[in-house]
Every structure is written in C-alpha cells, then in structure tokens.
C-alpha cells in the first residue's frame, strides 16, 4: 500500500515538472493545446497542462535589426546602383507574429526589398544620392504600414550604401572639379568687382573734396582780390582827394608806386635774363621832386598866383639836361 502511494506521489510530481514553463525576459511563449492556440506565456514561471498544452513559438520581443543585402537598382534615368541598408523593426502582437504570416524575418526583408527597388527606380541618380532622407521616410512609411497586420511596427528602415558605377563616380568628380573651378571664378569675379568699385568710390570722393578745395581756394583768391581792390580804390581815392586839396606829396607817393610797379615789371619779366638799368637813387628822387614841382605849378601853389621861382634840380632819368 505505501509503496502505490510512493509511486502515485512520484507520477504526480513528474506531472507537475512536465507542465512547469520558464520563459526567459525579452521573449513570449505561444501555448497550444491540441495544436490549437490558447494563450500566451510571460516571461517567467508559467504552469501548463502536460500532455494537453505544448509551447508553440518562441517570439523574440526586443527590437530587432534585419540586414537588407546589397542588390542593383535601376534608378529613373536609367542608372545602375548598387544598394544595401537595414530595418529595425519590433513585435507588438506575438500571436499575430506567430500566426499571421509564415516566416517572419523573410517576409519582412522581402516586402523591405521590393519598396526599396519602387521608391529608388522612381527617382534620377542625383536625388537617390542626395534624398536619403526622403528614400527612408517613403520607405518606412509603405513598410510599416504593410506590417501592421503582422503585429510588427517598423521603427527605422536605414540605406546604408549607395554605390554608382565607376564611370558615373568619375563623371561626377569631373562635374565638382568644374563646379568649384566656377565658383573660385565668380568669387574672384565679384572681389575684383567689389575692388574696383570700392576704388571708384575712393577717386569719386577724392575727386569731390579736391573740387571743394579748389572752389574754396578760388573763392578765398577772389575774396583776396576784392579786398586788394578795394584796398587800392581807397587808396586811389584818397590820393585824388589829396591831390584836389593840392597837396603835392600825393602825387609823389602815387609816382613813386607806378614808377616801382613798372620797374618790378621789367625785373619779373621772363624774356630778360639780364637787365641793366642805369638808374641811381637820387636820381629817382630828383624825378619824383620834379614831378612835386610840376604838380605845384599845375595846381597853383602860389597866393598871388606868380609862379614859383625855378629851383635847379638834376633831370630824371626820363629827362634830358
């Protein structure tokens, strides 16, 4: 009897180790029964029916990256690339993962191959080099959408390499030479340009401020004048005053003036390296007081009106003896 209740104990233990899960974290466990699915298993220990119940699939809830290997695409002007990149990608419903579609990995590379070679064969080779931004967006976009259904959300899908054929490569080295030779001209250019003008403005004020300077010479030269003349019809002036009142020293001092002028004249004059005047000081002097007393006889120096008595003088140098 005892030994029946050993081995009772003994099959209810093994019953219980057969229906005894542990599911690892990061993973859920499908559980069937009769082939049937039922539930879900958690991470952890988890209890099921031996015998009746079985784990179905093993599905690895972490994200997970699914490499895309490199394949030839003809883009919209006919060019031929090489491609390759990469999709990230999550499992949200682990029955519809399991059960919804067969081979999950393969139909997710294969759906992610198809929407690469339609989204780059729509566009030329200069936007498939230069929109990788876009290409990732469109393709993660139509990719996720067709994965829903799945219980799978695409979280990135990435182009690694884009890869042109050797002659296309040196083409465009040739166009980037020539496109920056082009831009060192148009930089050069507009510098010379800025130069030029900048030279421009600098003679233009330089220009401005000499007029201005020549004006304000000119007209301080003719304020100058003025004044001169101003200065010698005042003198003029009273000269003749002086003279009308008969006084004989003003006609000596304008003689004398006109007489110096004239002689300064002959001296200035560019046509003459040499001159040879045979005047003497008191000769000069005895022109000027001949020219007192011709005055003083003009103007009738006596009270009676008599004319002065001849006083000897030596001539002029204008004068005969």
């Known amino acids: 009897m005892s030994l029946f209740f050993i081995i009772v104990a003994v099959l209810a233990i093994a019953f219980v180790f057969a229906g005894v899960t542990v599911v690892r974290q990061g993973y859920i466990y499908t559980i069937e029964r009769f082939g049937r699915f039922t539930h879900t298993a958690a991470p952890g220990f988890n209890l099921i029916v031996p015998f009746v119940d079985r784990v179905g699939r093993k599905i690895n809830m972490m994200e997970q990256v699914l490499d895309i290997p490199g394949q030839e695409i003809i883009t919209k002007d006919n060019a031929m690339v090489a ?42 080779l200069d936007e498939t080099l230069s929109k990788r931004d876009e290409i990732n967006a469109r393709l993660l976009s139509v990719v996720d959408h067709a994965t829903t259904s799945w219980g799978v959300k695409i979280t990135r899908v990435e182009v690694k390499d884009i890869r042109p054929p050797a002659d296309i490569v040196n083409a465009m ?33 330089s220009q401005i401020l000499e007029a201005e300077g020549r004006r304000e010479a000119a007209f301080r030269d003719a304020e100058a004048r003025e004044r001169s003349a101003e200065a010698e019809a005042k003198a003029t002036q009273m000269v003749s005053e002086a003279i009308e009142k ?29 001159i040879l005047f045979p005047v003497e000081a008191t000769q000069l002097i005895g022109t000027l007081g001949g020219i007192g007393e011709l005055a003083k006889e003009a103007l009738g120096g006596n009270d009676g009106g008599t004319p002065p008595p001849a006083r000897s003088r030596r001539p002029g140098p204008f004068e005969q003896a």
Not at 106 to 119: H, K, M, S
């Open 173 to 205: 080295g040739r166009q980037m030479k020539a496109e920056r030779e082009k831009r060192a001209v148009i930089l050069e250019a507009e510098g010379s340009r800025a130069s030029e003008i900048l030279r421009a403005e600098g003679q233009k004020q």
């Open 246 to 274: 008969g006084s004989a020293q003003a006609i000596n001092y304008f003689v004398a003036q006109k007489y110096v002028d004239a002689i300064g004249q002959f001296a200035t004059s560019p046509n003459a390296k040499t």
């Open 83 to 124: 491609v390759d990149g990469v999709v990230f990608f999550q499992v949200l419903d682990p029955a519809k993962a399991a059960y919804e579609v067969y081979e999950l990995y393969v139909a997710i590379l294969q759906l992610t191959t198809t929407n690469l070679r339609t989204v780059m064969g729509s566009m030329d």
